[in-house]
């Protein structure tokens, strides 16, 4: 059965911190993994995707990294900012079936 | 530009009743999907349109059915709701359906169930 799997639940830093969430999938054949940021009251929005063959992928203070032959992802939160409270969410791509598997989630609470 | 727009925004519906949520993606994006989110949890699959036809379909009972209109426009019914149908329904747009596209998320239709 394909899953994804996010630690911690959640987290409280403060702001200017950096932290790291964790997202172990059992997802196969595997095609690309997502990280999405979702805001309270609001839809997911894509950060990065990345494939197999990817190990280190940034946008902004976010950083995403791929061990494919662990099926573990992380992603850093560089310098936190208030705005970076939200939750984030790791989403895997099988590459037959043509479906998404999210993970449920770590809520990130910057305090200042 | 539009992003993907849902109505309505907030719904209240008691046990037994039928609900219809609508959905409109981004001009000229050919694929729906459907998820639902129960507070706390990551959204779960519901199904996924392309073209006006069904493409995928989640581990929901067969209360949920769903259609993509001509205009790629679409509506998810849920009938005989139940308290635990309570969740944030989320629709998502793609420019075709593979895995590799990016799926562009409306804010959801927020869904209580009394």
């Known amino acids: 059965k394909n899953q994804v799997e996010q630690s911690p639940q959640s987290l409280i830093i403060l702001e200017g911190k950096n932290c790291t969430l964790q997202c172990n999938y059992t997802v196969s054949p595997f095609s690309n993994l997502r990280w999405y940021k979702q805001d309270t009251g609001r839809g997911p929005v894509s950060l990065t995707i990345m494939t197999f063959s990817e190990n280190t992928k940034s946008n902004g203070r976010y950083t995403a990294t791929l061990d494919a032959d662990t099926k573990q992802s992380s992603l850093h939160i560089t310098a936190s900012q208030l705005s970076d409270s939200a939750s984030y969410i790791c989403?895997?791509?099988?590459?037959?079936?043509?479906?998404?598997?999210f993970g449920g989630g770590t809520r990130v609470l910057v305090k200042p | 530009d539009a992003g993907v727009t849902q109505s309505p925004t907030h719904l209240i519906k008691t046990r037994g009743q039928q609900v219809t949520l609508r959905c409109s993606p981004i001009s000229g994006h050919k694929s729906v999907s459907w998820y639902q989110q129960v507070l706390g949890q990551g959204p779960q699959f519901i199904f996924q349109y392309y073209e006006k036809e069904e493409r995928g379909r989640g581990n929901f009972p067969d209360r949920f059915s769903a259609r993509q209109f001509p205009n790629y426009s679409s509506e998810l019914n849920v009938n005989a709701l139940l308290l635990g149908d309570s969740a944030l329904y989320l629709c998502a747009s793609s420019l075709g359906q593979g895995v590799w596209e990016t799926q562009y998320f409306g804010p959801g239709t927020r869904l209580l169930v009394l």
């Open positions: 989403v895997v791509s099988a590459s037959i079936g043509n479906k998404l598997t």
